[in-house]
């Protein structure tokens, strides 16, 4: 494999990275935020529980996104 083939195949883990990064915000904490505006989230338990959660898809996702990023360091000139 040539070094712009290993090139684009680290541009496209890292831009695999960037989209599930993306999907876990999305899931993790406008989810729950947007349940929360609309009320279905009412309970002490269910908003405990949904600020847990977000804050271990916030996690996640910055993990994910700085993968991203460690694979396009790796980049050849």
């Known amino acids: 494999m040539g070094k712009a083939a290993r090139n ?17 915000i999305t899931v993790g904490i406008l989810g729950p935020a947007i349940a929360r505006l609309f009320g279905a ?10 600020i847990v959660g977000s804050m271990i898809c916030l996690a996640v ?11 396009l360091m790796e980049l050849e000139d």
Do not use: C, Q, Y
């Open 8 to 24: 684009e195949l680290r541009k496209m883990k890292a831009s695999w990275h960037n989209t599930v990064s993306t999907a876990f």
């Open 41 to 50: 989230l009412s309970g002490p338990i269910d908003v405990s529980l949904s």
């Open 61 to 71: 996702s910055a993990t994910l996104h700085f993968a991203g990023r460690a694979e």
